[in-house]
Nanobody, 123 residues
């Protein structure tokens, strides 16, 4: 059982930056592909970004490409989401997810989820 704990959310003005972190309990963290998803009020959860086990390959939703960067530090069992040039439409609860077999993405259902961290972008 992998436990994931997100942190780093908060309130920021449009154009600002935040860095989210997701710490995993699993010692074999490097066995898991990792992803970030988000859910805005009244909307379905959507894919944001993902990275492979080594972090060598990354994938992004079109809506965040060029503004967000996913990275991981396997020595620290942590995955990050650097968010720049934030927009009010980025306001959502952000979740990290882990899967040992499938790269998280649109339509996927990762095995493990964190509890989420709120990001609010004011205009």
């Amino acid at each position: 059982q992998v436990q994931l704990v997100e942190s780093g959310g908060g309130l920021v003005q449009a154009g600002g930056s935040l860095r989210l972190s997701c710490a995993a309990s699993e010692r074999t963290f490097s066995n898991y592909a990792m992803g970030w998803f988000r859910q805005a009020p009244g909307k379905e959860r959507e894919f944001v970004a993902a990275c492979t086990r080594s972090g060598g390959r990354t994938y992004y939703a079109d809506s965040v490409k060029g503004r967000f960067t996913i990275s991981r530090d396997n020595a620290k069992n942590t995955v990050y989401l650097q968010m720049n040039s934030l927009k009010p439409e980025d306001t959502a609860v952000y979740y990290c997810a882990a899967d040992e077999r499938v790269l998280p993405g649109s339509g996927s259902r990762p095995d493990y989820w964190g509890q989420g961290t709120q990001v609010t972008v004011s205009s």
